[in-house]
């Protein structure tokens, strides 16, 4: 079945309806980045419709970014289309934005100008900072950055770590310098956006592994790695993204077992690291092929474009040669400026009220959590800036985002985040701190309930799904 063989007339004007079938396609992975779409004549004759039609469907999918049309050579679906792992161009004022994991950035703004005050002074008795530097980032910042994530459960030293302009760019690093085209790599089933398009640039194949509110399925694990012999796996056990799930104590013993069995080379991100209890990662547990990746994307600000990455000397070796051929090193004044937030205690003064102001976020879900909504579960671990709400099978995750993103919501649907090869979810993640208020993510939580519970579909008794995906 083609995209275009499943429009709803009902919904509105064709062309829109034509649009928005372009769209889901382009979420769901049906159209691929530089595909061509159906000439205008064969696509109007397919659908029985005027040519016009075609016309003006073709030119609102240019003005939504997600196609480009040239006279004469057809019209393609752009590289860089506003789904999966790019930034909602839509953020005008009176929308509320769900969709994407920032931090509470206006608590932000007084540390962080303060912090840059005190860093313009300290360049003219350390213009070093203004230099190049050795690839790994200064010896004293490496020691700063481990100290802090040594709170955070991290066992490691400032000769295993190396600065990276975030984790995005940690997992590229790792990617390129330890993949080769037609290698096989794990992933939980839903995973960060970020990986797909770093698969596809280095012609990895994806294959998804299921998890649990536990995280990973180790017996999963086990039969995948003998069934594809994959170069490494990828996960994400601290309030795992999409689905806040927070892999317990035991299964990541479990899979530190596995992986040594297969020596399997593993990717850990800890975005979230600051967030939540301590617990240990499973690098600690396996530390002579687990690359661990963090940055201060959500503690600090995204836009500091700091993160690391901790290895084994042995690892570390090529990932710094990698890194200084990329970029020679990150920005030692970004650098500087996280390390003294850490220093002067401001991401510790960070940290406890990004807790406080979340766990408060959070008591909003409450309604949802126990609205009259059949089908319908939230997921959430306390602790997490994101949850993930599974939706009744009447109402269709793509459907509920557009619908939503009409009355100003956005939220990212499970299609975002799902492998190839994995059975559609019905599944929405909704940030809770990216709203710039508790009043408007109250709101937006308002507008998703009653979204839920509208039409009321039947009633029928729900059970969570033992298995997330
Ligand atoms: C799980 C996960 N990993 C990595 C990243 C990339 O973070 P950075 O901003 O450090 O590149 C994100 C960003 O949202 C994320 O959620």
């Known amino acids: 079945m083609h995209w275009y063989q499943?429009?709803?007339?009902?919904?509105g004007p064709l062309y829109q309806v034509i649009a928005q079938a372009i769209a889901r396609a382009v979420r769901t992975g049906e159209l691929q980045a530089e595909q061509r779409l159906p000439a205008q004549r064969t696509l109007a004759k397919e659908i029985g419709c005027t040519l016009g039609t075609i016309s003006r469907a073709y030119q609102l999918t240019n003005e939504m970014?997600?196609?480009?049309?040239?006279?004469?050579?057809?019209?393609?679906?752009?590289?860089?289309?506003?789904?999966?792992?790019?930034?909602?161009?839509?953020?005008?004022?009176?929308?509320?934005?769900?969709?994407?994991?920032?931090?509470?950035?206006?608590?932000?703004?007084?540390?962080?100008?303060?912090?840059?005050?005190?860093?313009?002074?300290?360049?003219?008795?350390?213009?070093?900072?203004?230099?190049?530097?050795?690839?790994?980032?200064?010896?004293?910042?490496?020691?700063?950055?481990?100290?802090?994530?040594?709170?955070?459960?991290?066992?490691?030293?400032?000769?295993?770590?190396?600065?990276?302009?975030?984790?995005?760019?940690?997992?590229?690093?790792?990617?390129?310098?330890?993949?080769?085209?037609?290698?096989?790599?794990?992933?939980?089933?839903?995973?960060?956006?970020?990986?797909?398009?770093l698969a596809e640039r280095f012609g990895l194949t994806l294959h998804p592994l299921p998890i649990d509110q536990q995280g990973l399925i180790p017996e999963a694990l086990d039969e995948q790695c003998r069934r594809h012999m994959p170069r490494l796996l990828f996960c994400n056990p601290r309030?795992?993204?999409?689905?806040?799930?927070?892999?317990?104590?035991?299964?990541?013993?479990?899979?530190?077992?596995?992986?040594?069995?297969?020596?399997?080379?593993?990717?850990?991100?800890?975005?979230?690291?600051?967030?939540?209890?301590?617990?240990?990662?499973?690098?600690?547990?396996?530390?002579?092929?687990?690359?661990?990746?963090?940055?201060?994307?959500?503690?600090?600000?995204?836009?500091?474009?700091?993160?690391?990455?901790?290895?084994?000397?042995?690892?570390?070796?090529?990932?710094?040669?990698?890194?200084?051929?990329?970029?020679?090193?990150?920005?030692?004044?970004?650098?500087?400026?996280?390390?003294r937030c850490i220093e002067s205690g401001y991401s510790r003064q960070l940290q406890a009220s990004d807790q406080l102001e979340l766990s408060q976020r959070a008591a909003l879900l409450r309604p949802l959590i126990t609205a009259n909504s059949p089908g319908g579960s939230v997921q959430y671990q306390p602790g997490s800036p994101h949850g993930w709400l599974h939706l009744p099978a009447q109402l269709d995750a793509l459907q509920f985002v557009e619908q939503l993103q009409h009355k100003g919501v956005l939220l990212k649907p499970a299609s975002d985040f799902t492998l190839a090869g994995v059975q559609p979810i019905n599944a929405v993640r909704f940030s809770l701190s990216a709203p710039l208020t508790r009043d408007q993510l109250h709101q937006g939580l308002q507008l998703i309930q009653q979204q839920l519970c509208s039409p009321r579909p039947p009633a029928t008794s729900h059970q969570p799904p033992a298995a997330i995906v």
């Open 6 to 11: 499943t429009l709803d007339f009902a919904q």
């Open 65 to 197: 970014g997600l196609t480009r049309s040239t006279t004469g050579s057809g019209s393609y679906i752009c590289a860089q289309h506003p789904f999966g792992f790019a930034i909602p161009d839509a953020q005008g004022p009176a929308l509320i934005n769900m969709s994407i994991n920032t931090p509470l950035l206006q608590s932000r703004a007084e540390l962080m100008g303060d912090a840059l005050a005190a860093l313009a002074q300290r360049l003219s008795f350390d213009p070093a900072l203004m230099d190049y530097q050795v690839d790994q980032g200064a010896l004293r910042q490496r020691q700063v950055l481990c100290d802090w994530y040594r709170t955070a459960g991290l066992d490691c030293q400032p000769e295993q770590l190396c600065i990276t302009a975030g984790a995005q760019h940690g997992l590229a690093l790792v990617l390129s310098t330890f993949t080769r085209p037609g290698d096989a790599i794990l992933a939980e089933a839903v995973s960060y956006p970020g990986l797909r398009p």
């Open 239 to 339: 309030f795992h993204n999409p689905t806040s799930s927070w892999m317990s104590e035991r299964r990541k013993q479990q899979l530190a077992t596995l992986a040594r069995q297969h020596q399997l080379l593993v990717v850990e991100d800890d975005i979230l690291a600051h967030f939540g209890p301590t617990s240990v990662p499973l690098y600690n547990l396996y530390p002579e092929q687990t690359i661990y990746l963090s940055s201060l994307s959500k503690s600090l600000a995204p836009g500091l474009r700091i993160g690391l990455l901790v290895a084994s000397p042995t690892l570390m070796a090529s990932l710094s040669q990698t890194l200084r051929q990329d970029i020679w090193m990150a920005s030692p004044m970004m650098a500087e400026l996280a390390v």
